[in-house]
T-cell receptor
């Protein structure tokens, strides 16, 4: 079984400032890692994913995340946010060994970008 | 390319009533997922279909929830009878296959309020 903890439920940030969203996971097996974004009244959209290889993963809209196996973390960063980045962000994992692609999500971090 | 379609967008029912949600996945996507997203929490997988077969329904409360995917295309999720704690957004997602390297695309969801 896996669990995902997003340490911040809300993150206010000024426009053009950097932002970091923290994600830690717990799992007895190897996992794949994901970040999704949910804009108001919309479904989830994949930002980026880590399957293997380089631990620094670049995604859409200027976001990147770094996988740290020893700290079981997958923090999301953006060097300069825009108003349009206001949304809720979800970290998720899936079991490498299991059939299918069942995602276990964290509780989400709501980002509010202020002008 | 049309996205994942869900209906209705909103539904309000009284406890003990029944309700059904409908999902039309992206054309050609073999895998379909239903997630439950309770306010303030991340989505939780209820059931995963591969074509018209069930891959994982371990977190589906089978005493009141049922789902089907006849002909391996559209899917319906039913709750009977509903409880107050079923109030949530029900998200449908689809992917080409159930493999982790294929992205799952999410619909806008159906927001259910049980009063």
């Amino acid at each position: 079984a896996q669990s995902v903890t997003q340490l911040d439920s809300q993150v206010p940030v000024f426009e053009e400032a950097p932002v970091e969203l923290r994600c830690n996971y717990s799992s007895s097996v190897s996992v794949y890692l994901f970040w999704y974004v949910q804009y108001p009244n919309q479904g989830l959209q994949l930002l980026l994913k880590y399957l293997s290889g380089s631990t620094l993963v670049k995604g859409i809209n200027g976001f990147e995340a770094e996988f740290n196996k020893s700290q079981t973390s997958f923090h999301l960063r953006k060097p300069s946010v825009h108003i349009s980045d206001t949304a809720e962000y979800f970290c998720a994992v899936s079991d490498r060994e299991a059939a299918g692609n069942k995602l276990t999500f964290g509780g989400g971090t709501r980002v509010l970008v202020k002008p | 390319e049309a996205g994942v379609a869900q209906s209705p967008r909103y539904k309000i029912i009284e406890k003990r009533q029944s309700v059904a949600f409908w999902c039309n996945p992206i054309s050609g996507h073999a895998t379909l997922y239903w997630y439950q997203q309770i306010l303030g929490q991340g989505p939780k997988l209820l059931i995963q279909f591969q074509n018209n077969g069930v891959v994982d329904d371990s977190q589906l409360p089978k005493d009141r929830f049922s789902a089907e995917r006849l002909k391996g295309v559209d899917s319906t999720l039913k709750i009977q009878p509903a409880k107050l704690e079923d109030s949530a957004v029900y998200l449908c997602a689809s992917s080409v296959t159930g493999q982790v390297n294929t992205e799952a695309f999410f619909g806008q969801g159906t927001r259910l309020t049980v009063v």
